[in-house]
């Protein structure tokens, strides 16, 4: 088989077979398929597409191309989520304790933020001691002992994924249907839970810019779980705007602590029920509507936020930290955006505002910044809100005061103002089974 080949018959439109397929993924990984050859190959991908068949080889050549985490120890009732990212995307921190108090197991490995969107990683160490590098040992003794424990990813899971996904990040072949869905479900697969559901966003803070778009990456990813015999839902939400109103680690982490204490934003609150329901659906085989009920109640007694406690302190965290947020350690300067006329917000560009947020040290622009876990933004207003002269529009905070005025300049950038009220798109478009 040659490589050369394999390139032109996707070049000319033609289906690959199992064989080219995972020809191609190990000559990747092993070095004798070079890189501008693998480049090729994406482009050619990138314009004639892939078959269902083609995508599901695809994903699971990248899935088998390193270690697999075996996950069977604890029988069919492993769950996962995985969000396409986003802005203020704090659900894990939530979803996470309302369905493990329901007798759901997950042992989850999770990413660091890059760029405009956060990682549930940086932000679980936000809390103080709180250890994301556990031994593997030590993660299947906390899922043992609590039925959940989030890590960094460690190991040498997908490495084909490891490097495809780097190379598609420099030739413009990030945005392929195919490519994207088999990235991503290469992960999930590998990560080992018989439950995944997916929380596929849209907006201008997403890869998927529309929700159609993200509708056939939704049902693509979940057509490839099923076939590989996991159970699968995606649940397409709106990131038009950033989800809740605190970006940034520290502030994420106190926000979603006042959604498992009852509180907190209804965004927020509903897309994490709308992603614990399905989860609890289909790894308790019951209907969304009894599951929804259970999600609520678990969050209406304190049954979550009790969890969550456990798990933070299990993972070697200050669990009084939960108890009284003002614990967290606060930005060094604040300031406030003014509004300087009435009307109304329009529109808000996500992407923008995580840009901002990174700007004030909440995030990393490259892989080896450091990171201002008090740094971020609260969002006092938000589309469709009601403005008058002189309001609060957001209140940033950072430990580098040099970074306000290009900071404010990115936010005031990211909104659109009108003289009339305008009507909101739903926040979750819809659900793919
Ligand atoms: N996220 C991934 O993990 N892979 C992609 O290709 C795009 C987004």
Same mark, same amino acid.
């Given at each position: 088989?040659?490589?050369?080949?394999?390139?032109?018959?996707?070049?000319?439109?033609?289906?690959?077979?199992r064989e080219e397929i995972e020809f191609f993924i190990k000559g990747y990984v092993d070095d004798s398929i070079y890189d501008y050859q693998a480049s090729a190959l994406c482009m050619a991908i990138f314009f004639k597409g892939m078959t269902e068949k083609e995508t599901a080889y695809l994903t699971l050549a990248m899935a088998n191309s390193g270690d697999t985490v075996d996950l069977s120890r604890f029988g069919d009732k492993t769950v996962d989520k995985h969000s396409t990212g986003g802005v203020g995307d704090k659900t894990t921190l939530i979803v996470?304790?309302?369905?493990?108090?329901?007798?759901? &197991?997950?042992?989850?490995?999770?990413?660091? !933020?890059?760029?405009?969107? !956060?990682?549930? &990683?940086?932000?679980l160490e936000s809390i103080k001691g709180f250890n994301v590098e556990l031994t593997p040992e030590e993660f299947f003794s906390q899922v043992e002992k609590n039925g959940v424990a989030v890590v960094g990813q460690s190991g040498n899971l997908t490495p084909a994924d490891k490097k495809l996904y780097a190379l598609r990040d420099v030739?413009?072949?990030?945005? $392929?249907?195919?490519?994207?869905? $088999?990235?991503?479900? $290469?992960?999930?697969?590998?990560a080992g839970s018989h439950t995944i559901v997916l929380d596929v966003k849209y907006g201008s803070g997403a890869f998927m810019k529309t929700a159609e778009e993200a509708e056939v990456l939704a049902t693509e990813m979940v057509k490839i779980g099923k076939n590989c015999g996991?159970?699968?839902?995606?649940?397409?939400?709106?990131?038009e705007r950033p989800l809740g109103k605190n970006i940034g680690n520290s502030l994420e982490v106190i926000e979603a602590i006042e959604v498992l204490k009852g509180n907190g934003p209804e965004d927020l609150k509903e897309v994490c029920l709308a992603l614990a329901s399905q989860i609890v659906s289909l790894c308790e085989k019951i209907s969304e509507s009894e599951a929804r009920v259970l999600c609520e109640d678990a969050l209406a007694s304190g049954k979550a936020l009790e969890k969550f406690k456990e798990w933070i302190a299990s993972q070697g965290g200050d669990s009084s930290w939960i108890e009284n947020t003002d614990l967290f350690p606060k930005a060094k300067y604040k300031f406030e955006i003014k509004a300087e006329n009435?009307?109304?917000?329009?529109k808000m560009d996500a992407e923008s505002i995580g840009i901002a947020s990174v700007i004030l040290g909440a995030g990393r622009e490259t892989k080896e910044d450091t990171i201002d876990m008090s740094a971020g933004i609260v969002l006092n207003k938000k589309t469709g809100d009601r403005i008058a002269k002189g309001d609060n529009l957001a209140t940033l905070y950072t430990c580098n005061e040099? $970074?306000?005025?290009?900071?404010?300049?990115?936010y005031l950038s990211a909104l659109k103002f009108s003289e009339n009220s305008i009507s909101e798109k739903a926040l979750i478009f819809g659900i793919i089974k």
């Amino acid at each position: 088989m040659r490589i050369y080949d394999i390139i032109k018959k996707k070049r000319d439109g033609f289906e690959l077979s199992r064989e080219e397929i995972e020809f191609f993924i190990k000559g990747y990984v092993d070095d004798s398929i070079y890189d501008y050859q693998a480049s090729a190959l994406c482009m050619a991908i990138f314009f004639k597409g892939m078959t269902e068949k083609e995508t599901a080889y695809l994903t699971l050549a990248m899935a088998n191309s390193g270690d697999t985490v075996d996950l069977s120890r604890f029988g069919d009732k492993t769950v996962d989520k995985h969000s396409t990212g986003g802005v203020g995307d704090k659900t894990t921190l939530i979803v996470a304790p309302i369905v493990t108090s329901l007798g759901c &197991v997950m042992a989850k490995m999770s990413g660091r !933020g890059l760029g405009h969107t !956060g990682g549930t &990683v940086d932000k679980l160490e936000s809390i103080k001691g709180f250890n994301v590098e556990l031994t593997p040992e030590e993660f299947f003794s906390q899922v043992e002992k609590n039925g959940v424990a989030v890590v960094g990813q460690s190991g040498n899971l997908t490495p084909a994924d490891k490097k495809l996904y780097a190379l598609r990040d420099v030739t413009a072949t990030v945005d $392929s249907i195919p490519l994207i869905a $088999s990235s991503i479900m $290469s992960k999930k697969l590998a990560a080992g839970s018989h439950t995944i559901v997916l929380d596929v966003k849209y907006g201008s803070g997403a890869f998927m810019k529309t929700a159609e778009e993200a509708e056939v990456l939704a049902t693509e990813m979940v057509k490839i779980g099923k076939n590989c015999g996991r159970n699968m839902a995606a649940v397409i939400t709106n990131m038009e705007r950033p989800l809740g109103k605190n970006i940034g680690n520290s502030l994420e982490v106190i926000e979603a602590i006042e959604v498992l204490k009852g509180n907190g934003p209804e965004d927020l609150k509903e897309v994490c029920l709308a992603l614990a329901s399905q989860i609890v659906s289909l790894c308790e085989k019951i209907s969304e509507s009894e599951a929804r009920v259970l999600c609520e109640d678990a969050l209406a007694s304190g049954k979550a936020l009790e969890k969550f406690k456990e798990w933070i302190a299990s993972q070697g965290g200050d669990s009084s930290w939960i108890e009284n947020t003002d614990l967290f350690p606060k930005a060094k300067y604040k300031f406030e955006i003014k509004a300087e006329n009435d009307g109304y917000i329009s529109k808000m560009d996500a992407e923008s505002i995580g840009i901002a947020s990174v700007i004030l040290g909440a995030g990393r622009e490259t892989k080896e910044d450091t990171i201002d876990m008090s740094a971020g933004i609260v969002l006092n207003k938000k589309t469709g809100d009601r403005i008058a002269k002189g309001d609060n529009l957001a209140t940033l905070y950072t430990c580098n005061e040099t $970074s306000f005025n290009s900071a404010k300049e990115k936010y005031l950038s990211a909104l659109k103002f009108s003289e009339n009220s305008i009507s909101e798109k739903a926040l979750i478009f819809g659900i793919i089974k």
